[in-house]
C-alpha cells in the first residue's frame, strides 16, 4: 500500500475527449500532477459521466471501458485503458456513506476516467472503480458523501473527481481558444471560493449571479467538484492546475489537495 497518512484529492476538468489522443498544455498539466503525488494504490474515480438515480459503485474485478461519447474520430475509440477493478474497496466505499447505495457493474470506466488517466497512469495498473453522481441529490448531499469518503485517504486512495466548473455544450465554439466572458466569471468565482475555503458559497453556486445560469444547464459536471471539497481538510494545500477556459463554454480548472 501506497505509504502516504493523508491521500492527495484531486478534480479535473476533462475537457474535450480528444485530450485523449492529443498531446497539448492540458495533457501536459495532469502528467504533472501524476509526476508530484505518490503513486495510489487504487483510484476512485467520480465522473460527470455516470450520473444515476440513487448512489451506486462498481465492484467488477476486470470493469469494462465504457465509450460514452459520438462522433468523433475512430482512433479515439480505439484507445484501450483496460484497468483491474478494486472490488473490496468497493465494499469499504459503500459502507462508509451514509445513505443507500447500490453495486451496480452495467457501467464500467467511461470517458471522464480514461480520457484522463491514460494520459496520467499510461501503464493501466492502478485498480479503479467508480462511484456514480445520484442526479436526484443536492449539492450539500453530494458535499457530505465527499465527508463521508476521508478515510479512503488514509488507504493510500485517489479520490479523483472529473468534471467541468462550467460546462455548457449549447454554447461551445469549436474555434474559440479561450471561454467566453461569464465562462471565465463563473469559473473565477468558483476559485475564489475555494482558495477562501468558503466551500458553502461553491455548494450554493447560484450565488455566483447571471453567470452562474449560464455556466450549466445541468449540474452533472459541477457536481463531481464537491466530492473532493467535501473529502478536504483546512490543513489541505492546494494547487491549481489548467486554469483557464476553452471553446467559449468549458472551464479546464483543476484543484489539487494534499
Known amino acids: 500500500m501506497t505509504n502516504v497518512t493523508k491521500f492527495p484529492l484531486l478534480f479535473v476538468g476533462h475537457g474535450s475527449p480528444l ?3 492529443e498531446d497539448n498544455k492540458y495533457t501536459k498539466g495532469w502528467q504533472e500532477i501524476a509526476g508530484k503525488i505518490p503513486r495510489p494504490s487504487a483510484i476512485l474515480s467520480i465522473s460527470a459521466h455516470w450520473y444515476t438515480q440513487g448512489s451506486k459503485v462498481n465492484d467488477a474485478e476486470k470493469p469494462r471501458t465504457v465509450y460514452d461519447m459520438y462522433g468523433f474520430p475512430d482512433e479515439l475509440y480505439k484507445v484501450s485503458y483496460n484497468v483491474p477493478g478494486a472490488p473490496e474497496l468497493a465494499k469499504i466505499t459503500k459502507q462508509l456513506i451514509q ?20 494520459k496520467m497512469y499510461p501503464e493501466a495498473d492502478i485498480p479503479v472503480y467508480q462511484l456514480s453522481i445520484d442526479g436526484n441529490a443536492s449539492a450539500e448531499v453530494h458535499f457530505q458523501i465527499g465527508r ?8 493510500g486512495v485517489l479520490l479523483f473527481a472529473s468534471g467541468n466548473v462550467v460546462h ?5 465554439d ?6 467566453y466572458s461569464w465562462a471565465v466569471e463563473f469559473d473565477g468565482y468558483i476559485r475564489d471560493k475555494i482558495l477562501a475555503r468558503e466551500y458553502q458559497d461553491v455548494i450554493n453556486y447560484t450565488s455566483a449571479g447571471k453567470s452562474a445560469e449560464l455556466a450549466f444547464y445541468y449540474p452533472d459536471h459541477f457536481y ?7 473529502a478536504s ?4 494545500r492546494l494547487s491549481i492546475y489548467n486554469e483557464s477556459c476553452t471553446l467559449g463554454g468549458l472551464s479546464m480548472t483543476s484543484y489539487l489537495f494534499e
Do not use: Q
Request: charged share 25%; aromatic share 10%.
Open 99 to 118: 445513505g443507500k447505495v447500490e453495486f451496480d457493474n452495467s457501467w464500467g470506466i467511461d470517458h471522464g476516467t480514461w480520457s484522463v488517466l491514460c
Open 148 to 155: 463521508n469518503l476521508r478515510d479512503l485517504r488514509e488507504k
Open 224 to 230: 463531481p467538484l464537491l466530492y473532493v471539497l467535501g
Open 19 to 21: 485530450n485523449a489522443i
Open 174 to 179: 469549436w474555434k474559440m481558444d479561450g471561454g
Open 168 to 172: 455548457n455544450l449549447s454554447k461551445v
Open 233 to 236: 481538510e483546512a490543513t489541505d
